[in-house]
């Protein structure tokens, strides 16, 4: 299944895993930013039967594992990159139960409600989407106890601290066609994301920092992890006018350059 994207702008991430070729056999899944430490699987529960979705699925590869091995019903793979979402099709369009779905992540979300048991993002897109748009989204997709995973960097990758409030920083990328760039990416404390959390309707049921010291040269990076559910009995969240953003826009505050 694909649906008609509604983002605009252009497509910052037709160059990220462009020299990546094949399927990955995971032989679990991960959270971490290096993808080797950490929790698995069961931040998710039990999915047996369960309709998931990834928020940005990038080229398929986590989506794929949840589908063949963890037994999901049923896994949309949502992401708003063009190149990305070709590149899931062409790997793992024949698993059965795995979805790929290219379109803005909240608009799919909003347009589709109490349809999902289970959302998670791994390092996707409530990393590149603003929380104060995307949560209150995935609240309105969720039913009722549904349960929310994701995992998200706890500092900028230059080890400069996480924001303290709800602001993005601007981080370098490559336009499609090689000229440098810039996109929009949200590292924010513990606090703030637990206050966003129950804010858009949702209950922290757990939350870590997995810490990697690196090796072989790689930078150190601690990986923060957030287990939540939406609160029972506390009605639909409340829901602004959304258009889907252009990536080439600049709100108010978010133009501080940084390093992700």
């Known amino acids: 299944m694909t649906s008609t994207s509604r983002t605009s702008g252009p497509d910052r991430w037709q160059h990220y895993g462009a020299s990546s070729r094949g399927r990955r056999?995971?032989?679990?899944?991960?959270?971490?930013?290096?993808?080797?430490?950490?929790?698995?699987?069961?931040?998710?529960?039990d999915l047996a039967g369960r309709t998931v979705a990834e928020l940005g699925a990038g080229a398929g590869h986590q989506a794929a594992y949840v589908a063949t091995e963890l037994k999901a019903a049923r896994v949309i793979a949502i992401d708003s990159s063009t190149a990305q979402h070709s590149r899931g099709r062409d790997l793992y369009e024949d698993v059965p139960g795995l979805d790929f779905v290219h379109d803005d992540a909240a608009a799919y979300l909003r347009d589709h409600p109490s349809s999902l048991d289970v959302a998670y993002s791994i390092f996707g897109a409530l990393d590149f989407s603003d929380p104060q748009t995307l949560l209150p989204s995935v609240a309105v997709a969720l039913r009722s106890g549904g349960t929310l995973v994701f995992s998200t960097l706890a500092h900028y990758r230059t080890g400069a601290p996480p924001e303290t409030e709800c602001r993005p920083a601007d981080i370098p990328t490559r336009r499609p066609d090689g000229r440098p760039g810039t996109m929009q990416r949200w590292v924010l404390g513990v606090s703030v994301w637990t206050e966003l959390l129950d804010e858009h309707g949702f209950d922290v049921m757990h939350g870590d920092t997995v810490h990697d010291p690196g090796r072989d040269g790689e930078a150190p990076?601690?990986?923060?992890?957030?287990?939540?559910?939406?609160?029972?009995?506390?009605?639909?969240?409340?829901?602004?006018?959304?258009?889907?953003?252009d990536s080439e826009a600049r709100p108010a505050g978010g133009n501080r350059p940084t390093a992700g």
Do not use: C, M, N
Request: charged letters at 20%; glycine letters at 10%; a positive charge.
């Open 221 to 245: 990076v601690a990986t923060t992890l957030f287990r939540a559910r939406t609160k029972r009995g506390s009605g639909a969240p409340h829901l602004l006018s959304y258009e889907v953003p």
């Open 25 to 45: 056999s995971l032989s679990r899944l991960h959270w971490d930013w290096y993808q080797r430490i950490g929790p698995g699987a069961e931040l998710l529960g």
